[in-house]
């Protein structure tokens, strides 16, 4: 399987390296009722460090009200980690919801001006009617927490400049404690920050997945040009930041 269209700048021994490792995952030795617990095996740093990132976030919202709310969910890693934290670090606070924004069918029409190499329609699609699959793996995870008759997650399919507006109109009492950019596009992104920038407080976090990336230079200019004028903090976390994440607090 070639991993390597979707890996941006990646080198080529690296993805040879992860390439054996997917190898050896599905050709794995282990017992199948074993596999999940075991799969650290088959992590790299890479992953792992972006899920301590995550961990080290979320104990920023501890002591704040609001929801998550992520711009770019994909195959849904990330939600499936912020329940994870939620049920480890807020079991009972139901009123944490975690909301996820995609088409599920990849990039939205991209307009000329946010045409990149690697930024096309159509890019990163998933598989069709994913969303339905992770709706259910999200509700059987559920099942594993506290409070599992309270669903307190909600996949919004479509693109941003479709489904944001009516989803805040419907929701107009939700807050964000933490809000995840993610969706590569400068024009999406800047849709997105004048829409919710409302919506956040003192103290809410804002996470930006490509902080000055060479491939990926959309969400940085977007919040920029957006919120530039109240000169905005960037923070790394030291040791285990992945390379371009950053996060900024609202002030
Ligand atoms: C980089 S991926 C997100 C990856 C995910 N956060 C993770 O780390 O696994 C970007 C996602 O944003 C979605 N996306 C991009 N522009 C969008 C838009 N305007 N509306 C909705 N989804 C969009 C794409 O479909 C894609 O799944």
Redesign the pocket.
Same mark, same amino acid.
């Given at each position: 399987m070639d991993r390597s269209s979707e890996r941006g700048i990646s080198t080529k021994e690296y993805l040879k390296a992860e390439n054996e490792i997917y190898n050896l995952y599905k050709s794995s030795a282990i017992n199948e009722n074993e596999i999940l617990e075991n799969l650290n095996l088959f992590t790299t740093v890479q992953h792992k460090k972006?899920e301590i990132f995550f961990y080290e976030i979320y104990k920023k919202i501890i002591g704040m009200p609001g929801s998550i709310i992520?711009? $770019? =969910?994909?195959? $849904?890693?990330?939600l499936a980690l912020f329940e994870m934290l939620r049920t480890i670090f807020e079991p009972f606070n139901h009123s944490r919801s975690i909301y996820g924004?995609?088409?599920?069918? $990849?990039?939205?029409k991209i307009k000329k001006k946010d045409q990149t190499k690697l930024i096309k329609t159509g890019?990163?699609? =998933?598989s069709k009617n994913y969303e339905k699959y992770l709706n259910k793996l999200l509700k059987v995870r559920e099942q594993l927490n506290p409070l599992p008759q309270t669903q307190k997650f909600n996949l919004i399919k $479509?693109? =941003?400049? &479709?489904?944001l507006e009516p989803f805040l109109e419907k929701n107009k009492h939700q807050y964000f404690a933490m809000v995840?950019l993610?969706? &590569?596009?400068s024009?999406?992104t800047k849709?997105v920050i004048q829409k919710i920038k409302n919506r956040l407080f003192k103290g809410s976090i804002v996470i930006v997945?490509e902080t000055c990336h060479p491939e990926?230079s959309g969400e940085m200019s977007a919040i920029i040009e957006e919120l530039g004028d109240i000169k905005l903090r960037f923070k790394r976390i030291p040791h285990i930041n992945s390379t371009w994440q950053s996060y900024f607090e609202v002030e």
């Amino acid at each position: 399987m070639d991993r390597s269209s979707e890996r941006g700048i990646s080198t080529k021994e690296y993805l040879k390296a992860e390439n054996e490792i997917y190898n050896l995952y599905k050709s794995s030795a282990i017992n199948e009722n074993e596999i999940l617990e075991n799969l650290n095996l088959f992590t790299t740093v890479q992953h792992k460090k972006r899920e301590i990132f995550f961990y080290e976030i979320y104990k920023k919202i501890i002591g704040m009200p609001g929801s998550i709310i992520q711009f $770019g =969910v994909r195959w $849904g890693r990330e939600l499936a980690l912020f329940e994870m934290l939620r049920t480890i670090f807020e079991p009972f606070n139901h009123s944490r919801s975690i909301y996820g924004f995609d088409t599920f069918t $990849g990039y939205p029409k991209i307009k000329k001006k946010d045409q990149t190499k690697l930024i096309k329609t159509g890019g990163l699609a =998933v598989s069709k009617n994913y969303e339905k699959y992770l709706n259910k793996l999200l509700k059987v995870r559920e099942q594993l927490n506290p409070l599992p008759q309270t669903q307190k997650f909600n996949l919004i399919k $479509g693109s =941003v400049e &479709n489904t944001l507006e009516p989803f805040l109109e419907k929701n107009k009492h939700q807050y964000f404690a933490m809000v995840h950019l993610d969706l &590569n596009i400068s024009s999406s992104t800047k849709f997105v920050i004048q829409k919710i920038k409302n919506r956040l407080f003192k103290g809410s976090i804002v996470i930006v997945d490509e902080t000055c990336h060479p491939e990926f230079s959309g969400e940085m200019s977007a919040i920029i040009e957006e919120l530039g004028d109240i000169k905005l903090r960037f923070k790394r976390i030291p040791h285990i930041n992945s390379t371009w994440q950053s996060y900024f607090e609202v002030e």
